[in-house]
Structures are given as structure tokens and as C-alpha cells.
């Protein structure tokens, strides 16, 4: 009898030594006074927190941590319901020995006597750092999504389950007006009866994601506008647990699209009026400018024709200055001869004094003579008087011709001013063109908007 409870005592201490050592190996394990003194650590402990054995050993447990903790209202009272045999789980920052701040999930409990009094305090903790970082940053990214998003959750079947502050003030809901309804009342009925309502919570339900924006009816029947996700959310089995709505209201920026649509379509207006004016006037100018090209090739024609009848013109009042000139010549050559007679009738009357009928003829032949000398002077005055009139007229040829030849020069330079005006003309053609094609997918660009 006696060697059997002795080996059940034995079993026993196997049993206690093996968990004390899977215990060690698992945890940072620390035993405490009931004052907080530390009696004994593990190395699991020392690796953690840094320190060497000698260095903690009768420290008191609030070494290793923060001030703000030590000194907060919830220190003092945990170790009183510790040393009441309360046993506690929390997760607390600790100071290491270098100054690092690390997150551990302890466990406190009651070490007892033989008589159940509490005698010490262990504590088993396990580094959490790592998961406690990524739950804050996971955290704070909900809280942001709470504070910028409209949060709904439904279950599959798209019954409401909660909703944030948010979406509930968008809406003019109060949490308890909408838990357990569906969400069919934020939309129009004929949509909520409709195939593609049912379709849309088939989809999510079966795990597909929804996103765009989506137009809803709010409490006070006015219209809400949102740019939402549809989320799934799936169970670890894979099935789908709940369908999570993430939305920005966006009614402000439609209303003003709508707005800047309507402003646009008058405008649209207003510049088709303005292309089909604008066509109108390039039409007529673009005839005048034909017009006057006509008129000016016309024009050009006829002084070039000018041109030829001045130079001919020039050409002849050289040629009759020419003969003018030998007429002159001659008729000074005539009165020439005709002093050369009258001096040799002089001499023939002198030597016929006393022949009557010679001297008769011999006056008869000087008044020819007389009269041919009047009618040579005459001519020779009007002859000078012909060349004067000649050189005159070549002047007025040679300004004309100079008077045409400048209108030439501009009728050019006005024909190179109305090609380039037609060239302009052109352009401007091309532009209002390119206008309209812009504007007609500034057109349809705003219907888009609109939408």
C-alpha cells in the first residue's frame, strides 16, 4: 500500500516538473511578493525585458513600466485584487533595460499555501509587440474610416446589422429606426423590386465586390448620392459572414455637376449660335473675297493693257518728236534757201532795169518768194510750237506710265493681301470646325458627368 501512494507522489512531481518546464519554455515567467517584489524570474523573462537575474530580483514590478501606468488610478487597484486571489489578463507596455518599449500579454494569478492564503503572485507573459503594432495601425485605420466614411453592415441577405454616426446623419436615421430592416428602404421602391436590385445582392452575397457611385432616398425623401464599396466578408471557411458598405456622400459635387451640365448645355447653345453666325459671315466674306479677286485679276488685266497702250503711246510721241524735228530742220533749211533767192532776185533786178517784162516776172517771182518765206515762218512757229505740245505730252506719257506702274505695284501687293486674308479664311474655317468637334465631346463629356 505504501509503495503504491508512493508512486503516485512520484508521478505527481513528474507531472509538476513538466509542466513548470513547458511553462518555462513558453513563457517569461515572473513570481512576486504581495507587495510586487520580485522573488524569482526565468530566463525567458531576463531575454525579454534585458536584464540579468541580480539586476531584478527585488525590484519592485513597476520597473518596467511607464510612468503614466505606474502612476494611473488602475495600478494601485490591481494589485489589491491580486493579493484578494484575483486572477488578471491584460496587455501592458514594458520598459526594457535599453529603453524600448515593448507590448507583452500577461497573465496574473494566485500562488496559494497549503491553507489557500495567498502566498505570491506569478505572472506568465508572452511578447506581443509585433501583433499588438499591426492591431493599433489596423485600428487606427478603421477609426479613420469611421471618421470619413459611411459605414453600414448587412448580413447576406442585406439586412441591416449596425451603422456608424456617419451614415446615420447622412441619412436622418437613428441606429434604432433601421437595425434588422432591409436595405431596400434607402432605395426607390420600383428599384427594390426590381431584377437587378435581386441580382445586385446575389452577387454579394457569393462574394463579389461592388463598387461605384450610387444614388439613395433618405429619410426625409431627398435624394443622397454616394461613391460606396460593397465589401464581402468572408469566414474562415471561406463562406461569405457579411457584406460591409464604405461610402463618401458625394450629393454635393453630383448636385453641382447637374448644375455645370445645365450651364453647359446653355452655353453649348450659345457657341452654336455663335459657329452658325460665324459660318454665316465666312461664307459672305469668302465671296467678297472671291469677288474681288475676280474684280482685281480684271483690274490687272486692264492695267496691263494700260501699261502697253503708255509704252506704245510713248513709243509713237518719240517717233513723231522724231519727225517733227526733221520737219523743223527743214523748214529752216527752206528759209534758208528762200533768203538765198530773195538775195539772188535782188541781183537779177538789178541787172533787169531796163527790162520791163523781165522785171515784171522777176517781181512777180519775189512776192512768191515773200510768200513762201510768210509760209515757212508760219510753219516753222507752228512746228516749235508742235514740239513744245510733243515734249509735254511725253512728259504726261512718261507720269502716267509711272502712275500706272505704281497702281500695278499696289494692286500686287493688294492681291498677296487678299490671298493671305483667304488663307486666314481658311484657317479660321478649320478652326470653327475643330471648335464644334470639341464641343460636341464637351457634349458629351458633361452627359457622362451628369450621370
Same mark, same amino acid.
Given at each position: 500500500?505504501? $509503495?503504491?501512494? +508512493? ?8 507531472? $509538476? ?22 522573488? *524569482?524570474?526565468?530566463? *525567458? ?16 514590478? $513597476?520597473?518596467? &513600466?511607464? /510612468?503614466?501606468?505606474?502612476?494611473g488610478p488602475d495600478y494601485d487597484l490591481c494589485w489589491i485584487e491580486l493579493r484578494a486571489g484575483k486572477s488578471k489578463r491584460v496587455v501592458l507596455p514594458c520598459v526594457t533595460k535599453q529603453g ?10 494566485? !500562488? ?35 471618421? %470619413? ?34 436595405? %431596400? ?6 428599384? @427594390? ?9 446575389? #452577387? &454579394?452575397?457569393?462574394? =463579389? ?51 455645370? =451640365?445645365?450651364?453647359?448645355?446653355? +452655353? ?5 449660335? #455663335? ?16 469677288? /474681288?479677286?475676280?474684280? &482685281? ?7 496691263? *493693257?494700260?501699261? +502697253? ?12 518728236? $522724231? ?21 539772188? &532776185? ?5 541787172? @533787169? ?5 523781165? =522785171? ?9 518768194? #515773200?510768200?513762201?518765206?510768210? !509760209?515757212?515762218? /508760219? ?11 510733243? /515734249? ?11 502712275? !500706272?506702274?505704281?497702281?500695278? %505695284? ?6 498677296? +493681301? ?13 478652326? #470653327?470646325?475643330?471648335?464644334?468637334? @470639341? ?6 463629356? %458633361? ?5
Open positions: 500500500m505504501n $509503495s503504491v501512494v +508512493s508512486s503516485i507522489g512520484q508521478d505527481r512531481n513528474d507531472l $509538476s516538473y513538466d509542466l513548470h518546464a513547458a511553462v518555462d519554455v513558453s513563457f517569461a515567467v515572473a513570481e512576486f511578493d504581495l507587495n510586487g517584489r520580485i522573488i *524569482r524570474v526565468n530566463e *525567458r523573462f531576463l531575454a525579454m525585458t534585458g536584464y540579468d537575474e541580480s539586476e531584478v530580483v527585488g525590484q519592485h514590478h $513597476s520597473m518596467f &513600466l511607464p /510612468a503614466e501606468v505606474v502612476n524600448d518599449l515593448i507590448w507583452v500579454e500577461e497573465t496574473y494569478g494566485p !500562488i496559494r499555501d497549503c491553507k489557500g492564503a495567498v502566498s505570491a503572485i506569478m505572472r506568465l507573459g508572452v511578447d506581443v509587440t509585433e501583433r499588438h503594432e499591426k492591431l493599433i495601425d489596423l485600428q487606427g485605420k478603421v477609426d479613420a474610416i469611421e471618421h %470619413s466614411h459611411a459605414v453600414v453592415e448587412f448580413d447576406v441577405k442585406g439586412n441591416i446589422l449596425t451603422a456608424n454616426h456617419h451614415f446615420l446623419s447622412i441619412m436622418g436615421y437613428e441606429l434604432a429606426e433601421i437595425v434588422g430592416l432591409h436595405h %431596400s428602404m434607402f432605395v426607390e421602391p420600383d428599384y @427594390a423590386q426590381s431584377a437587378d436590385y435581386r441580382a445586385f445582392w446575389r #452577387s &454579394l452575397a457569393n462574394g =463579389k465586390y461592388s463598387a461605384r457611385q450610387f444614388r439613395r432616398v433618405g429619410k426625409d425623401g431627398d435624394e443622397v448620392w454616394f461613391e460606396a464599396t460593397y465589401n464581402p466578408v468572408f469566414a474562415p471557411d471561406g463562406t461569405v459572414r457579411k457584406i460591409v458598405k464604405f461610402a463618401v456622400d458625394i450629393t454635393g459635387e453630383v448636385h453641382s455637376l447637374g448644375d455645370l =451640365k445645365t450651364t453647359l448645355d446653355s +452655353s453649348f447653345i450659345d457657341i452654336d449660335r #455663335s459657329l452658325c453666325k460665324f459660318d454665316q459671315n465666312y461664307e459672305r466674306v469668302a465671296k467678297a473675297c472671291r469677288l /474681288a479677286q475676280v474684280h &482685281l485679276e480684271a483690274s490687272s488685266m486692264i492695267a496691263g *493693257r494700260l501699261v +502697253s497702250c503708255v509704252e506704245e503711246s510713248a513709243q509713237r510721241m518719240t517717233e513723231l518728236q $522724231s519727225v517733227a524735228d526733221h520737219v523743223f530742220d527743214t523748214v529752216i533749211e527752206g528759209d534758208v534757201a528762200a533768203v538765198a533767192m530773195e538775195n539772188a &532776185l535782188d541781183a537779177v533786178r538789178a541787172g @533787169a532795169r531796163d527790162t520791163p517784162e523781165l =522785171k515784171a516776172r522777176i517781181d512777180n517771182l519775189d512776192e512768191c518768194v #515773200s510768200e513762201n518765206v510768210r !509760209i515757212l515762218t /508760219a510753219l516753222r512757229l507752228d512746228m516749235k510750237a508742235m514740239l513744245n505740245r510733243v /515734249a509735254v505730252v511725253s512728259v504726261a506719257v512718261e507720269k502716267q506710265g509711272d502712275v !500706272i506702274s505704281q497702281v500695278t %505695284s499696289e494692286m500686287h501687293g493688294v492681291q498677296t +493681301s487678299l490671298a493671305t486674308s483667304q488663307g486666314l479664311l481658311s484657317g479660321l474655317q478649320m478652326v #470653327s470646325e475643330e471648335m464644334a468637334v @470639341a464641343v460636341g465631346r464637351t457634349r458629351e463629356a %458633361s452627359v457622362v458627368l451628369a450621370r
